[in-house]
């Protein structure tokens, strides 16, 4: 059920009471965020389970618990476990849900999964709407909560503005003379064909899964799976377009190449989602260049690339030939915290989560991943364009924040566990040269509005 990695935290604490004592959330709200009021004073200690995925997720909450404790001064332990990946937790989950116990207090929510979920009868998690009211307009939605609504309510949190940018190996570039930025995708064509001298797996890696590199591009070139609304639209224009350049990248030019796992034999080890061959080369320089967001680029990759310390820059997506108005990002994935609704500890782990994503401590993830706010409060802290020591001393804030503008939400939906089976497939024949990008994107679409009713949803 559990992995044997895990962690326990005990600090000076935290007084809570009832409910009704986190109704002070409405209150006015501080430069840092929602005001929650002072601290009730009835003394508590209480130890929470928390179930995590990603490294690095629960470090950041691990500090914002240090600042939430000695704001109360009473006692809150937290026990940290990582799950294998995302999808086993939301099983391990459903199962714990079904025995009725068993469950974490707190649990974090990859936006892919949470799906499965979502559709119970009984929803087992906090809405956190109550608790915010009004406060929620300082937040970025697409981000902080709507990844994990259903019917208006959220059941979760983000605090991952999660912007996808383009990643690249400063020292690889300088060496073979490519200057950032490449303003438009087909600027990659040039740029892969000086790299791959250096890094014979070129500028980035393809991944061929239904949440990676093809969903970014096609989301910013105005397709993506699922339309505002819940419509499916995989044979939408764009996606074709898409998935044809990529294939070309890969296959015409040879600048990119696909994640060694989803290259024809490839398999996963267990939950990794990149693969021991991906990090050494990412390491070695093997390859030069990454498409993701803070979360990945300057989060894992602290862990599958450890060498490469101060070798990262980061620039803006580039823009699609033709398309003016090319958004200058998409959102790139996403995980919320939530809280178990019948936890025997639910006040208090609604209390932390709420206190955790409304208030400075999301700063925490800036400091330690460079994870931008999804609160626009937070937008003009200084110390959000301090110049960052992983990207070659790049001042990011401003890259980060350019990306906000017009910012572009990919829409996965309360049913992309039954697209995305349906998708796995279809992006893997054509990026494995089997068959043609138009009838396997028209095909998909069908069986995905299949899968989608058989389900009990409406694909239009």
């Not at 005001?35 to 003394?43: N, R």
Request: net charge neutral.
């Amino acid at each position: 059920m559990q992995s044997p990695r895990s962690f326990s935290t005990r600090r000076s604490a935290l007084a809570v009471g009832s409910v009704g004592a986190l109704a002070s959330l409405i209150g006015a709200c501080a430069p840092g965020g929602v005001s929650l009021g002072p601290a009730p004073s009835k003394s508590a200690i209480s130890d929470i389970q928390a179930w995590y995925t990603v490294e690095g997720r629960y470090e950041w909450l691990d500090a914002a618990l240090t600042d939430f404790n000695a704001s109360r001064g009473s006692e809150l332990r937290i026990r940290w476990t990582q799950q294998a990946d995302p999808s086993r937790l939301v099983q391990t989950l459903m199962i714990t849900i079904a025995a009725g116990g068993g469950f974490p207090d707190i649990v974090d929510l990859d936006q892919s999964f949470i799906g499965r979920i979502l559709r119970l009868p009984d929803i087992p998690l906090v809405a956190f709407n109550d608790r915010l009211k009004g406060a929620a307009r300082d937040f970025i939605g697409p981000a902080f909560s709507e990844p994990w609504s259903k019917g208006g309510r959220f059941y979760a949190l983000g605090n991952e503005l999660n912007v996808a940018l383009f990643g690249y190996r400063h020292d690889i570039w300088t060496s073979t003379g490519i200057r950032a930025p490449l303003t438009v995708w087909d600027d990659v064509i040039a740029a892969g064909k000086r790299v791959i001298t250096n890094s014979p797996d070129g500028l980035f890696y393809v991944r061929a899964d239904p949440a990676g590199t093809h969903l970014t591009l096609s989301t910013q070139a105005g397709g993506g799976y699922v339309a505002p609304g819940g419509r499916l639209q995989i044979d939408h224009p764009a996606n074709v377009r898409t998935l044809e350049f990529l294939s070309d990248l890969v296959f015409k030019h040879g600048v990119a190449t696909l994640l060694p796992y989803d290259r024809p034999g490839g398999n996963r080890e267990g939950g990794d989602m990149i693969g021991a061959v991906a990090k050494a080369s990412f390491n070695s320089g093997r390859v030069a260049g990454d498409i993701g967001p803070m979360s990945r680029l300057s989060g894992q990759m602290r862990f599958d690339a450890p060498d490469t310390f101060g070798k990262w820059m980061v620039q803006p997506l580039p823009r699609w030939t033709g398309m003016s108005h090319t958004p200058p990002s998409v959102t790139s994935g996403g995980t919320g915290v939530g809280v178990m609704k019948h936890s025997p500890d639910v006040d208090i782990a609604t209390d932390f989560a709420l206190w955790a994503h409304t208030t400075q401590a999301v700063l925490h993830d800036f400091d330690k991943r460079q994870t931008w706010p999804v609160n626009r409060r937070l937008f003009d802290e200084p110390r959000l364009g301090d110049r960052i020591a992983w990207f070659h001393d790049q001042p990011i804030g401003q890259v980060l924040r350019d990306a906000t503008t017009n910012l572009v939400p990919c829409i996965l939906g309360a049913y992309w566990p039954e697209i995305s089976r349906v998708l796995a497939p279809a992006l893997k024949a054509v990026l494995h040269q089997q068959r043609p990008v138009r009838e396997v994107l028209a095909e998909a679409q069908d069986a995905a509005r299949a899968a989608v009713t058989q389900a009990g949803g409406n694909p239009d």
